[in-house]
């Protein structure tokens, strides 16, 4: 990794391992960006505790700046950091299919014990904490699916609509942030999506998303 540019850190999300980033980070390597996949215990652990390892792993990072990208799970966990550690090094943030808000999905999961138990103690955590609202010079871009198609709503009858078969894009309204988009893709489909990557790149870049024809 080169010292003298922006470092991309991806985090997955719930259930999985930072290789299911992989594509998304050979997408964004191909545009440019010095990209890496950073893995942790999305159940085992609270949110607070992986998000304390996320600021360890940064400090190792010899970068000037430090983009992050988050799917599910994993944008919560940086928004947690970020709100822990303000003072980490400058950089965009993207969140992919991030319940900020809530989620009805996780709140399904949660009412039982088996549920629970899979739903894990990080997003346990984030149903339950006051969540944060500001970012102090933090550029934020919320990038939601509509593409219904998932496991949320086999377990969660009722899930609000649009969604991406996990999330709702209401969910992932966020007033910090700067730019938003809805593409047509689903919730595990965003790993895949070529779409995806470009819209990650292009706000990683200018701060904004590509709003015409959503490229």
Request: glycine residues 12%; proline residues 5%; aromatic residues 6%.
């Amino acid at each position: 990794m080169s010292a003298q540019r922006a470092t991309v850190v991806l985090v997955h999300g719930l259930w999985v391992h930072g290789v299911l980033m992989e594509l998304q980070r050979h997408y964004l390597a191909r545009m440019g960006f010095d990209a890496v996949s950073y893995s942790y215990p999305s159940m085992r652990l609270t949110l607070t505790e992986n998000a304390g390892r996320l600021v360890q792993f940064a400090r190792t990072l010899a970068a000037p700046r430090i983009h992050w990208v988050g799917h599910s799970l994993g944008g919560l966990v940086i928004l947690r950091m970020l709100e822990r550690e303000p003072a980490l090094p400058p950089g965009r943030v993207v969140l992919l299919g991030v319940p900020y808000r809530d989620s009805y999905a996780g709140r399904v999961l949660a009412g039982s014990s088996l549920g629970a138990r899979a739903l894990g103690h990080s997003m346990r955590e984030w149903l339950e904490i006051r969540k944060p609202a500001d970012f102090p010079g933090r550029d934020i871009g919320v990038i939601a699916g509509s593409a219904g198609i998932g496991l949320g709503r086999l377990m969660a009858h009722g899930l609000p609509t649009p969604n991406d078969g996990v999330v709702g894009v209401a969910e992932t309204e966020l007033a910090a942030a700067r730019d938003r988009i809805v593409l047509p893709v689903s919730h595990s489909g965003m790993l895949l999506s070529r779409a995806i990557a470009r819209q990650t790149g292009a706000f990683l870049r200018d701060g904004g998303f590509d709003h015409t024809g959503h490229a």
